[in-house]
C-alpha cells in the first residue's frame, strides 16, 4: 500500500511539474530545486521519470541516490548504471546528459553542500550500511 501511495504520488508530481514547466513541483520547501530525470528502465527499456532534487555544479547537476535511507540504490540509479545516457528537464529547458558515479574526493567535496540544502541525507546516510552515490549529471551532444 505505501509503495502504491508513493508511485501515485510521484506520477502527479512529474505531472504537474510537466505541464507547468516547473512552476508546480520544481521546488521543495526551504528552496530545494527539483528536477526530472529520465531514464532507460535496465529491464523493461522503458522511460522511466523520478523527481530529484539537485543541486547545480558548474554545468552539471548533481543528484542523491538515497532512497531515503534504504538497504538498495533506487531503481533510477541502478538504471544509470546500465545505460548513463538519460535526460532531464529543470523547469521547461530539457537537456540530454549522461551519468557519472561521483568519485571519494569528488563525493566528500559535494556532500556538505548537499546536506547543507537537504539536511535529512545526514539521517538517511545514518540509516543505511550502503554509501550513498552521488550522481553527476553532465550534458551529453544527444
Known amino acids: 500500500m505505501r509503495r502504491l501511495l508513493f508511485s501515485s504520488f510521484v506520477k502527479v508530481h512529474v505531472a504537474l511539474y510537466r ?7 520544481g521546488q521543495l520547501r526551504k ?3 527539483v528536477l526530472l530525470l529520465t531514464t532507460t528502465g535496465r529491464k523493461t527499456g522503458r522511460q522511466r521519470t523520478t523527481p ?4 547545480r555544479e558548474r554545468d552539471r547537476h548533481v543528484v542523491v541516490a538515497s532512497a531515503g535511507g534504504a538497504l538498495s540504490h533506487p531503481a533510477w540509479y541502478l538504471n544509470l548504471r ?11 529547458r ?10 571519494p574526493e569528488e563525493r566528500a567535496r559535494l556532500w556538505p553542500r548537499l546536506t547543507q540544502m537537504w539536511p535529512q541525507y545526514d539521517d538517511y546516510q545514518a540509516k543505511t550500511a550502503r554509501e550513498i552515490p ?6 551529453s551532444a544527444a
Not at 546500465?82 to 521547461?92: E, G, K
Not at 530539457?94 to 568519485?103: I, S, W
Open 19 to 25: 505541464a507547468s514547466r516547473g512552476r508546480l513541483g
Open 31 to 33: 528552496g530545494a530545486p
Open 52 to 55: 530529484l532534487l539537485y543541486l
Open 82 to 92: 546500465s545505460n548513463p545516457a538519460a535526460t532531464v528537464q529543470v523547469r521547461a
Open 94 to 103: 530539457k537537456l540530454a546528459v549522461r551519468a557519472e558515479t561521483a568519485g
Open 134 to 139: 552521488l550522481v553527476i549529471l553532465a550534458r
